[in-house]
């Protein structure tokens, strides 16, 4: 029965190249010689290899039209800064489109995130993160349908942080008009873009009056330009309260914030929509380039032992399909993903409760296909 899961346009999890916003548009063409898109593809570490793995074989058998070329980001350090090796740079630049593994970052010590330095490098300055309940797969809520846009580039996460004597630090978040006004714009366009009437911006901006503040000052500006758009402020403590006390309350909803409270909210609602961050994917959306990953972690805990859910990075290819305009591949790959899933506990990973490992749910997947 699941098989007939209609993907219409307005229950389409992500965005179709039709619906897309103005903003961020894939401009990218087919090799002539082949008719195929080549993407740059990174595995990341811990469970990355394998869910990547997953994402091959299921595109190899849906007949996707995509070359993948690997792309090592391995820290390089220049000037003192991380970096990543101008190979993986010119691949990304030169495809304008990448898949991405979870790459791990050391805790205190060693190279700065390369999650982070991807999307400084590219300019990847909106994180969407949509967390949607499965058809067939009963989670504490039915029918969750929530999308954060998380600005993606400066926040809690500018990495300027010092000593300013033994025992006191000071970590700086820097918010600026410029990055506020890209992700902010570009909530209201999705909005729009995907019919729903309302963009919250969620802040704390009785504490952090100047940084917030201005957060909030900016979409205010914006507003203007959004008549049809309703938007509405809501501080970040009532918001957590609020969702998950009614999540359904969101559903009309885009909410957008600063860095750090997209990456706490979004994972919140992995756990509302569907209990496990092994579900969530995500689009970091540049002008020119976009990243898609899942919005987990490298798992270290369960990496090497065939446990992990592909979901989360399989979605977000199916977005990143979506992204390119190949939505009829999208759509005949969420619809196995998501069939699979509500086939009951042999089709689910042990995340969700169920009996099946990453490879059995793969060729799973790709029986449905
Ligand atoms: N965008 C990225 O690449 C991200 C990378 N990280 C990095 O990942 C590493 C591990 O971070 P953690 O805080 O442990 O978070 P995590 O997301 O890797 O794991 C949290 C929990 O969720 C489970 N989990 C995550 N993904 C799963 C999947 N696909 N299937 C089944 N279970 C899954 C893990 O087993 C663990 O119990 C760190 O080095 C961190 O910096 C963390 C978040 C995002
Ligand atoms: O880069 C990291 O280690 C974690 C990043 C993260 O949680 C995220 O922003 O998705």
Redesign the pocket.
Known sequence: MFRNIILRNTTRRFLSVKNQPSIGKFTGKPNPSTGKFTVSFIEGDGIGPEISQSVKQIFDAAKVPIDWEPCDVSPLFINGLTTIPEPAVQSINKNLVALKG????PIGKGHR????TL?KTFGLFA?VRPAKSIEGFKTIYDNVDLVII?E?TEGE?SGIEHVVTPGVVQSIKLITRDASERVIRYAYEYARAIGRPRVIVVHKSTIQRLADGLFVDVAKELSQEYPDIQLETELIDNTVLNVVSNPSSYSNAVSVCP?LY??IL?DLNSGLSAGSLGLTP?ANIGHEVSIF?A?H?SAPDIAGQNKANPTALLLSSVMMLNHMGLNNHADKIEKAVLSTIASGPEGRTGDLAGKATTSSFTDAVIGRL
């Open positions: 979870p790459l791990a970052t995130s390369l999650n982070l999307r994180n998380r993606n996460y860095n997209g990456d979004s995500s990953e919005v972690g």
